[in-house]
Nanobody, 125 residues
Framework: QVQLVESGGGSVQAGGSLRLSCAVS????????MGWFRQAPGMEREGVAV???????TYADSVKGRFTISQDNAKNTLYLQMNSLKPEETAMYYC???????????????????WGQGTQVTVSS
């Protein structure tokens, strides 16, 4: 059973940084695609970044150059380093993983089968 547990959220002032972590267990698919999504109140959940087993990454245009997704396979942990945070990025941030039935790794929310419970990020102005 795949389990994803996020941590590292909190409150920060605009321009600040946070690093989110996602502890992964039970995820053994040979083709691995994981990502971070976020959802603000009243808004749809949107993709932030995804990463494949070989380290290939894709980012939302709004976070390019400020956020970095990475993974430590030895520790079974996914990370999201967020710099220069903006108030409009206040949201619940979710870790997610695809099952093996999908052939491409992209930020299409509906292609992710496994989700964590989320961690809140609040950016004040």
């Amino acid at each position: 059973q795949v389990q994803l547990v996020e941590s590292g959220g909190g409150s920060v002032q605009a321009g600040g940084s946070l690093r989110l972590s996602c502890a992964v267990s039970g995820y053994t698919y040979s083709r691995r695609c994981m990502g971070w999504f976020r959802q603000a109140p009243g808004m749809e959940r949107e993709g932030v970044a995804v990463i494949e087993r070989d380290g290939s990454t894709t980012y939302a245009d709004s976070v390019k150059g400020r956020f970095t997704i990475s993974q430590d396979n030895a520790k079974n942990t996914l990370y999201l380093q967020m710099n220069s945070l903006k108030p409009e990025e206040t949201a619940m941030y979710y870790c997610a993983a695809q099952s093996s039935r999908y052939l491409t790794c992209s930020m299409q929310r509906l292609t992710f089968d496994y989700w964590g419970q989320g961690t809140q990020v609040t950016v004040s102005s």
